[in-house]
């Protein structure tokens, strides 16, 4: 048996981070986000298998084994999308860079020819209890019908920050994107646990009248606040509000998603951070970096450079980028290139989550919280 002829790496590399799912039930859920299989050998090989077991103390608590045929069916998704250009148009999403490198192409089928690569897309894992993380392992034959073999280990890490947030805004707020699996933002390395806040109303909604207008919507012209002292290391401010992105008169909810949804990969692709619209980023101390998306054209207060204190206004919400309605996109990452950095699990120390005991203080899609 070959060892090693396959070489698997992650996205993450290393280590996943952990997200609380009900913390007094000791639930976690973790997302391995990629995986890449690249033929290391000198001889063509078929894959049969890829296993990715979670381990405690080196015992094997869960395993998920993707059979040949979810291979073959991802084999043919992949290859077609980097025929497609796809993997690089979205490259912070797929990181063919950290992942393929310059020369790996990947196989249109389960058949590796020396130097080909299979993809495999995101994964999400329950997890009922600490473990140490994860143990990945793939196997294949070669053409002598010898078995090969590869195999790679993550930890799981529950992150700790090096700062004290506080939530960004004043008022009630509606969380419609958090960490549970129920988020866009989950899926992707550089989003991943990030939020998404929209303002409510004293009627409990997001808007007044039709919002097809975007002074209807509560969340706009809001405040936006410094959520830890800092140094502002971006402040972007050179799009207008998308206003065409709201929903139009006599539109139905179906029709209008449509039509958004058709019209989001022109902010993602190419320079991706526009997806931010007018935004600020602030360093923090231990290299954590707060972002602030979406705010409004000539709003923002802050310069590079400037120190700012928690609390401190910075801008005013808008709906610039890739909004679909007014909110705001805040999230805590562990670099200056945020389209390239790892958001980092928070939680805010001035949060009270209404319709449930905010036990530790991370929020979940669905919360409706007040800061205090
Ligand atoms: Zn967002």
Not at 153 to 174: D, I, M, Q, V
Not at 228 to 240: H, L, P, T
Request: glycine share 8%; hydrophobic share 40%; aromatic share 10%.
């Amino acid at each position: 048996m070959s060892r090693d002829a396959l070489a698997i790496r992650t996205l993450p590399a290393d280590h996943i981070y952990v997200w609380e799912l009900a913390g007094d039930r000791n639930l976690y859920s973790a997302v391995l986000h990629n995986i890449a299989i690249i033929n290391r050998s000198e001889s063509r090989v078929i894959l049969q298998s890829v296993i990715a077991e979670l381990v405690r103390q080196n015992v094997s608590i869960q395993t998920r084994t993707f059979s040949s045929q979810e291979l073959e069916r991802s084999a043919m998704y992949m290859h077609e999308a980097q025929q497609q250009g796809l993997l690089s148009a979205y490259g912070f999403v797929f990181r063919p860079d950290l992942l393929l490198g310059d020369d790996n192409k990947l196989a249109p089928t389960t058949t590796l020819a020396p130097g080909q690569a299979l993809f495999l897309g995101s994964h999400a894992f329950l997890i009922p209890m600490k473990c140490d993380g994860f143990r990945i392992t793939t196997i294949a034959k070669d053409d002598g019908k010898r078995t090969v073999q590869g195999m790679t280990k993550l930890r799981l890490t529950e992150y700790r920050s090096k700062n004290t947030y506080r939530f960004p805004a004043h008022g009630t707020w509606y969380v419609s994107a958090g960490a549970n699996l129920f988020s866009g933002h989950r899926w992707v390395v550089c989003q991943e646990f990030g939020l998404d806040l929209i303002r409510l109303g004293d009627s409990g909604g997001f808007y007044a009248g039709s919002g097809s207008t975007v002074e209807n919507h509560y969340a706009y012209g809001s405040e936006v606040l410094a959520a830890a002292d800092g140094i502002v290391v971006k402040s972007v401010d050179r799009f207008a509000d998308s206003s065409n992105r709201l929903p139009q008169e006599n539109e139905t909810n179906q029709m209008y998603w449509k039509r958004l949804l058709a019209t989001t990969s022109e902010w993602l692709v190419g320079e991706a951070a526009r997806a931010a619209g007018n935004h600020i980023l602030i360093r923090h101390d231990g290299e954590e970096y707060s972002l602030y998306g979406h705010l409004q054209p000539s709003s923002i207060c802050v310069e590079e450079d400037e120190h700012v204190r928690a609390g401190q206004v910075i801008g005013r919400l808008g709906h610039s980028g890739n909004s679909p309605f007014p909110h705001l996109h805040f999230h805590v990452c562990d670099g200056e290139d945020f389209m390239y950095a790892r958001v980092l699990p928070i939680r805010f120390s001035n949060v009270a989550v209404l319709q449930r005991p905010a036990l530790t203080g991370y929020l979940h899609t669905g919360d409706i919280v007040s800061s205090y």
